[in-house]
């Protein structure tokens, strides 16, 4: 069983930044996949990144792609989100999810966090 709680969610302006945080317990993530997911009201849950358990490959979502760098310190069991030029349609619930694989599909994670909300005015 592992434990994921996510952190850093708020408001903040269009074009501002955050960076969000993904700290793991009850399993050392560092053989594992990590990904961030989101999910806006009224919407299905859609991939945002990914990143392999060597930290060697990242994949994005065409829509975050050159705004938002996925990031992972085995060492601290943490994995990150840093979101800049943020978007109002950028905010929703920010998960991560840990897996065998990085894929974009939610189905392939096994173990999700509650969310962080983010949300960005216009």
């Known amino acids: 069983q592992v434990q994921l709680v996510e952190s850093g969610g708020g408001l903040v302006q269009a074009g501002g930044s955050l960076r969000l945080s993904c700290a793991a317990s009850?399993?050392?993530?560092?053989?594992?996949?990590m990904g961030w997911f989101r999910q806006a009201p009224g919407k299905e849950r859609e991939f945002v990144a990914t990143?392999?358990?060597?930290?060697?490959?990242?994949y994005y979502a065409d829509s975050v792609k050159g705004r938002f760098t996925i990031s992972r310190d085995d060492a601290k069991n943490t994995v990150y989100l840093q979101m800049n030029s943020l978007k109002p349609e950028d905010t929703a619930v920010y998960y991560c999810?840990?897996?065998?694989?990085?894929?974009?599909?939610?189905?392939?994670?096994?173990?999700w966090g509650q969310g962080t909300q983010v949300t960005v005015s216009s």
């Open positions: 999810a840990i897996g065998l694989s990085a894929t974009y599909s939610p189905r392939r994670y096994d173990y």
């Open positions: 009850g399993r050392t993530i560092s053989p594992y996949a």
């Open positions: 990143i392999r358990s060597s930290g060697s490959s990242t």
